[in-house]
């Protein structure tokens, strides 16, 4: 079994490209905290949050064990961006899991989460191809 470790170095990119997929859809709202820590569930990366979001504060975090992981920078980077799909998409996730969740309220932040998408994907549609 390998003990794949990631360094100073590695954190830096995953931060680096987590900044960058939080200023391009526009989660400019939140506080973001970085961590480059192992967490217990054995993730690569991982996003943590309170049960409450109103005070709209994360952390962002790198393990810094991978096991028998194989990676490189271009795994760092897709770590990065899954981590702040994560934070994209907590919100929506916490109002599904509540069991007394309106309908309403699902709707609105799908509508949410889609207008976000529309700014930060859609309004590039033109400069693709």
């Known amino acids: 079994m390998g003990d794949h470790k990631t360094t100073a170095k590695d954190f830096a990119t995953f931060k680096k490209e987590a900044k960058y997929w939080v200023k391009r ?16 569930d ?3 990366a991982y996003l943590l949050y309170p049960a409450d979001l109103s005070e709209r504060l994360v952390t962002i975090g790198l ?19 899954h981590e702040v799909c994560e934070l ?18 699902i709707l609105e932040e799908s509508h949410n989460v889609i207008m ?8 590039e549609r033109g400069k693709i191809g």
Request: hydrophobic share 40%.
């Open 63 to 81: 393990s810094e064990t991978l096991g028998d992981r194989q990676y490189g920078q271009e795994y760092i980077k897709k770590l990065a961006f």
């Open 42 to 44: 054995g993730s690569a």
């Open 25 to 40: 859809f526009g989660l400019l709202g939140w506080d973001i905290l970085y961590q480059h820590e192992d967490v217990d």
């Open 88 to 105: 994209l998409l907590c919100r929506f996730v916490h109002i599904a899991a509540d069991r007394y969740a309106q309908k309403k309220d």
């Open 116 to 123: 976000t998408l529309e700014n930060a994907v859609w309004s």
